[in-house]
């Protein structure tokens, strides 16, 4: 049923930050994706096993941008306001950044990786170390009442089953409860190419037209929606019972008229964009091997998950980039999936040599450029790859 349109290529686990032993025995999976023109859902050819990825050992820690906070901070308060939730779930709730934004004795957080549950846990937040699931669901409406906002950032793309979440969700909510989620958005991807959306976790990518075909299926219905600037673009759905109080906001029309009108739900778009992804690569190659020519020290800023794709798509390694630097503990130290290249603090590795930077998480762009005034000032560059391949 799914149509592939885009390869890029052999890719390893993007959470598998690994130490030098463990550089020799990598996992990797191919990597393509494909449009199902039955319900416009994008998503990627074959899964990962969630149990490869979850780990004790999971590396993204949510708090480490202040942007993510403020964005926290800002939707939590909003919620807050417009709904007045009593009881709230986070399914994904990373090292608590959302939910530090709540009376703890109101929140109830859901999140599979040990290390990330733990934090949470010593901040006495009541914790599932588990995966979403229906019969996660019964548990916790067993010891609990039924709950009244379930949250979740970044986390329903990452789960191939969407049936199974959404049957849990509905076991969970109250009568008139909401599930307020968000995730990179296909139409930005689309928009500026950021190809390197695409990884293992990203196993779809949503669009409102995608989300509701495949809520049409169940006792949910999408009543509200906003495109957000989050991680480059990302789509906010808020979801109720069909029965519920809720009624539907003028967004929808608004969302599902622009998505028509980008072609969201037709093959072709996304065929026109694997051509541009292809250019890409070529560009950002082309740009760094003239670099190099002239004798330039580039690293890479953020190991994200997302430069782990675009580092393996267009086979750049230690040839051009001499490491990468990051502010997350237990990434430093560290090398990159695939790649190798390693991975150390900016405080170690962000020295006057440093000609260029390519940025990794280009999403913090604005975050990153004010912090680092001082390599700009000195004549220092960053280097993007959205929405076009060029220098800042
Ligand atoms: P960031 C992860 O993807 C994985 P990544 C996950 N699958 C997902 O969906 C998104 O997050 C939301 C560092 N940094 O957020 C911190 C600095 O070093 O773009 C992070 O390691 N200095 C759950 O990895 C990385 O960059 C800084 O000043 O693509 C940013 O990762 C700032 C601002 C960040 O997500």
């Not at 939590?76 to 939910?99: C, H, M, Q, T, Y």
């Not at 630097?325 to 990434?331: F, M, R």
């Not at 405080?347 to 390599?375: C, M, R, T």
Request: hydrophobic share 35%; proline share 3%.
């Amino acid at each position: 049923m799914k149509k592939k349109f885009l390869d890029l290529g052999k890719q390893p686990i993007t959470n598998s930050y690994l130490n030098k032993k463990k550089v020799k025995r990598e996992f990797f999976y191919n990597l393509s994706v494909g449009f199902n023109e039955k319900n416009y859902l994008v998503s990627i050819m074959n899964f990962v096993n969630p149990k490869k990825q979850y780990t004790n050992k999971y590396a993204h820690r949510a708090s480490q941008s202040k942007t993510m906070n403020k964005s926290f901070a800002k939707i939590a308060s909003r919620l807050k306001k417009r709904f007045k939730p009593k009881r709230i779930l986070e399914i994904g709730s990373n090292d608590g950044v959302f939910i530090k934004n709540f009376k703890r004795n109101k929140v109830i957080a859901v999140e599979p990786c040990g290390n990330l549950a733990k934090i949470t846990r010593q901040n006495n937040f009541k914790t599932y170390n588990d995966f979403w699931s229906k019969k996660l669901a019964k548990k916790i409406i067993k010891n609990n009442k039924k709950i009244d906002l379930i949250y979740s950032a970044n986390t329903i793309s990452h789960i191939p089953n969407l049936n199974e979440v959404f049957s849990a969700v509905s076991l969970a909510l109250s009568k008139n409860g909401i599930f307020v989620f968000e995730d990179p958005y296909i139409g930005s991807v689309v928009k500026i190419n950021s190809y390197d959306q695409f990884y293992d976790e990203h196993v779809h990518l949503f669009s409102l037209l995608s989300m509701s075909k495949i809520l049409s299926k169940t006792d949910l219905n999408v009543f509200d929606v906003e495109i957000i600037n989050t991680h480059g673009g990302s789509i906010r759905f808020y979801v109720c019972k069909k029965n519920s109080r809720f009624k539907k906001t003028k967004n929808l029309k608004k969302v599902k008229s622009i998505e028509v009108k980008q072609k969201l739900h037709k093959i072709d778009t996304y065929r026109k964009f694997s051509s541009r992804v292809k250019k890409s690569k070529k560009d950002l190659r082309s740009l760094l091997s003239k670099l190099k020519a002239r004798n330039k020290k580039i690293i890479s800023y953020g190991a994200t998950y997302k430069s782990t794709t675009v580092f393996n798509y267009c086979d750049i390694g230690k040839k051009f980039i001499d490491y990468v630097i990051d502010t997350t503990p237990n990434k430093q130290g560290k090398f990159t999936p695939g790649k190798h290249l390693p991975i150390i603090s900016p405080e170690k590795g962000f020295d006057k040599k440093v000609d260029y930077a390519f940025l990794g998480a280009w999403n913090f762009e604005k975050e990153i450029k004010q912090k680092e005034k001082s390599f700009l000032r000195r004549g220092g560059k960053f280097i993007v790859h959205v929405p076009k391949v060029r220098i800042i």
